[in-house]
């Protein structure tokens, strides 16, 4: 019983665009979430994050918004580039654990 | 630079000859873990330490093993690898359990 879940599996946006990345969660004791982005033959690395206590985050691109009402996050990606495609992960802690949803892969197209 | 690095990179070995994986971060991290990455389930994670000789279950340990008798190493132990652990593994460290963890380039590891 996945936690985590990232519905969509695979993204395709064209440059400058916007990409919606979505993530839903059912434990409601998570109250840290992060996003890490996955290249090809390398290992994740963290993108940004959020608390619960929080419903925004910025950073320059990427924004993550989080409804704790409905458990769901979503990263925003304004303007989208080409080397912004990848695979994304969104995780949720649960104590001393970090739990991934199964990734969705974006293309951004030139 | 900051790194954690594993080795090997690739590996194929045969059903049930033990093998490790070795990991190793230069951070000063007292966290690290190991997790499997399958298509469609995301990374799951395997085992973690939140210190020396401090390791716990994560949600998939079944047919794993690992120690940390120092806080830079996190080796993977395989006792009698099996054809279902064929999958992509990463290693990672940080200061706390979730906090922004940082991860080794991966395993890819075949068991025929």
């Known amino acids: 019983d996945q936690q985590v879940k990232q519905n969509s599996p695979s993204l395709s946006v064209q440059e400058g665009r916007i990409s919606i990345l979505n993530c839903d969660y059912t434990?409601?004791?998570?109250?840290?979430f992060l996003w890490y982005k996955k290249y090809p033959a390398e290992g994740p690395t963290f993108l940004i994050s959020i608390s619960s206590i929080k419903d925004k985050n910025e950073d320059g691109r990427f924004t993550v918004f989080l409804n704790k009402s409905a458990k769901h996050l979503s990263l925003h990606i304004v303007p989208s580039q080409p080397g912004d495609s990848a695979v994304y992960f969104c995780a949720s802690n649960a104590g001393n654990m970090l739990t991934f949803g199964g990734g969705t892969r974006l293309m951004v197209k030139p | 630079e900051a790194q954690v690095t594993q080795n090997p990179r690739y590996l194929i070995t045969v059903t049930g000859k033990k093998l490790t994986v070795t990991c190793s971060q230069n951070m000063n991290h007292e966290y690290m873990s190991w997790y499997r990455q399958d298509p469609g389930l995301g990374l799951r994670q395997i085992y973690y330490?939140?210190?020396?000789?401090?390791?716990d279950k994560g949600d998939v340990p079944e047919g794993y093993k690992v120690s940390r008798k120092e806080k830079r190493n996190f080796p993977l132990i395989l006792e009698s690898p099996s054809p279902n652990q064929t999958s992509l593994y990463f290693c990672?460290?940080?200061?706390?359990?979730?906090?922004?963890?940082?991860f080794g380039q991966g395993t890819r590891l075949t068991v025929v």
């Open positions: 990672a460290s940080s200061f706390f359990g979730t906090d922004e963890a940082f």
């Open positions: 434990n409601s004791m998570f109250d840290y």
């Open positions: 330490s939140m210190n020396v000789e401090v390791t």
